[in-house]
Nanobody, 117 residues
Framework: QVELVESGGGLVQAGDSLKLSCTAS????????MGWFRQAPGKAREFLAR?????????VVADSVRGRFTISRDNAKNAVYLQMNSLKPEDAAVYYC?????????WGQGTQVTVSS
């Protein structure tokens, strides 16, 4: 059974940084694509970044956060990370990681990020 567990969320002030982590268990995800999304209250889930299975050279970051957010992964640890810098109040949301594998798509339970102005 595949399980994704996010961590690293919390309450920060505008301008601060946070690094989110997502650890996968239940399969070897070294050949799966991993991504980060977020969902604010009353809004649709928003794509943030994706790291292809073949390493950090194949990443995509959404225009809305490019330059502030960076995705990386450590296949040896079955982990993917989201480094978030210069956080803004509008970045407040529940952040989810997603595993996109040949067997299906899996989501973590989410981690809350709150940014005070």
């Amino acid at each position: 059974q595949v399980e994704l567990v996010e961590s690293g969320g919390g309450l920060v002030q505008a301008g601060d940084s946070l690094k989110l982590s997502c650890t996968a268990s239940g399969r070897d995800f070294s050949r799966d694509d991993m991504g980060w999304f977020r969902q604010a209250p009353g809004k649709a889930r928003e794509f943030l970044a994706r790291a292809r299975w073949n390493g950090s050279s194949s990443t995509v970051v959404a225009d809305s956060v490019r330059g502030r957010f960076t995705i990386s992964r450590d296949n040896a640890k079955n982990a993917v990370y989201l480094q978030m810098n210069s956080l803004k109040p509008e970045d407040a949301a529940v952040y989810y990681c997603r595993l996109n594998s040949v067997n299906g798509i899996y989501w973590g339970q989410g981690t809350q990020v709150t940014v005070s102005s």
